[in-house]
């Protein structure tokens, strides 16, 4: 067998794996707890928009998150034993999820984010949030998290292009994106980007374009989402009355990959695919099987004899 191209791995991988990035920072095995500190949404409350993006389901992006009902640390205990029973010597990062998650006054921020990070443990935060909610004073707060523990910022973008943003209710614009992405990495602060794949309308084209403006901008990281129509949503609605293409299994990992060719090396894949939940999809079905997605990157990176940064390799060279 051929050795794997591609530096950041120590398995078959050809793209940096979050799992591995973890394992070279902490020497551990780290797992995310996924939690609903129960934060509205701009977008949702009319501050910026109405009704939240068209995809979300009612957990706001939140659908694997803990019950909204039940205080942080009754979350975090249930997920994390849950999850211990398949890696017990983890460490974790609590990870807030559903909706805006620095949509509040700095006092509840401090003490939602410092309730988890007192837990036995816990080594870092991961926050989701919007470019166009995070404040000044957010933003020195947030600076000073980062000196006491990991932290990353994680942005949703989904797409560069204004007539998909618009279609579907991001309701900020580009430029308010990349200034935040500035403004966090001033301050030191780790930021990772949230991209969808499939989104009404857009071409491959498109969505490597999105690809290769993220990689220009200082990232650490990107999840790469592929569209999921979910019941009861006005994604749903859309699809319904224009039923627009939804990319097949096939063709979401070939441009996958050529995503992952304009990437450099050291941004790390957070994500690579969907993750829905089942009883909700309307499509795309074949994204139940997460890990024949996954294998099925894998043997096309092979096949193709690529990695992530090939393409910018071959650039330089």
Not at 111 to 128: F, T
Not at 144 to 154: D, V, Y
Not at 196 to 213: A, C, H, S, W
């Amino acid at each position: 067998m051929l050795k794997n191209p591609f530096k950041y791995s120590d398995n078959n991988k050809r793209y940096h794996t979050l799992d591995y990035f973890y394992k070279q920072k902490f020497g551990s095995k780290i797992f995310k707890v996924s939690l609903n500190a129960g934060f509205s949404c701009p977008n949702i409350d009319g501050t910026v928009g109405y009704g939240g993006c068209i995809y979300c389901s009612n957990s706001g992006s939140g659908d694997f998150a803990g019950n909204k009902n039940d205080d942080l640390i009754t979350q975090f205990t249930e997920i994390k034993t849950k999850l211990h029973q398949k890696w017990p010597k983890a460490k974790y990062i609590g990870y807030f999820q559903a909706h805006t998650n620095t949509y509040a006054p700095i006092d509840v921020l401090k003490e939602k984010y410092e309730s988890i990070l007192k837990l036995p443990n816990v080594v870092g935060l991961s926050i989701a949030t919007r470019p166009d909610a995070i404040t000044d004073e957010c933003l020195e707060y947030l600076e000073g998290l980062s000196k006491k523990t990991f932290l990353t910022i994680e942005l949703g973008l989904q797409t560069i292009h204004k007539k998909t943003s618009l279609l579907i209710n991001r309701c900020h614009s580009l430029q308010t994106f990349e200034d935040m992405v500035n403004k966090l990495r001033k301050h030191k602060i780790n930021v990772v980007v949230h991209i969808i794949n499939g989104l009404p309308f857009e071409t491959k084209e498109m969505m490597v374009e999105t690809v290769k403006y993220i990689n220009s901008l200082d990232i650490q990281g990107v999840k790469i989402h592929m569209l999921h129509i979910l019941k009861n949503t006005k994604l749903a609605e859309l699809y319904n009355k224009k039923q627009f293409h939804i990319l097949t299994k096939e063709q979401y990992i070939d441009i996958v990959c050529e995503q992952l060719e304009y990437l450099r090396p050291e941004i790390v894949i957070n994500r690579i695919t969907g993750d829905p939940v089942k009883e909700y999809l309307i499509e795309p079905t074949w994204l139940i099987k997460k890990f024949c997605v996954l294998n099925d990157i894998d043997k096309q990176l092979t096949h193709r004899n690529s990695y992530q940064g090939y393409k910018l390799q071959q650039k330089w060279n």
